[in-house]
Nanobody, 128 residues
Framework: VQLQASGGGLVQPGGSLRLSCAAS????????IGWFRQAPGKEREGVSCISSSDGSTTYYTEPVEGRFTISRDSAKNTVYLQMDSLKPEDTAVYYC?????????????????????WGQGTLVTVSS
């Protein structure tokens, strides 16, 4: 059972990146999927989440609302985070997580954050 986040990199302010969260050993459709990030010297914070099954519910925290879009592709067992209009303050290690019990947005806004599975992080650096 494994979650793998990928797609990070270096991008200029105003640019875009798409992060992927792929699962092996289990089916993501049965889980709400969330994205979190941790900037240097700061605590981990929630970014976005999508509900299980049809992904009809999505949630974005205020810093990213209107710029980030979360989606799921059941055929590929993958969840994506499209990040547009990136800002230097978006620089962080981004983690995806899967949670079977708490729906979206609870899995992102409830503290402390407890989820079933964490992926390893992928570094996003926004800099000119």
């Amino acid at each position: 059972v494994q979650l793998q986040a990928s797609g990070g990199g270096l991008v200029q302010p105003g640019g875009s990146l798409r992060l992927s969260c792929a699962a092996s050993g289990f089916t993501l459709d049965y889980y709400a999927i969330g994205w979190f990030r941790q900037a240097p010297g700061k605590e981990r914070e929630g970014v976005s989440c999508i509900s299980s099954s049809d992904g009809s519910t999505t949630y974005y925290t205020e810093p990213v609302e209107g710029r980030f879009t979360i989606s799921r592709d059941s055929a590929k067992n993958t969840v994506y985070l499209q990040m547009d209009s990136l800002k230097p303050e978006d620089t962080a290690v981004y983690y995806c997580a899967a949670e079977a019990e708490k729906p979206c947005p609870l899995m992102v806004v409830t503290t402390p954050v407890t989820v079933d599975y964490w992926g390893q992080g992928t570094l996003v650096t926004v800099s000119s």
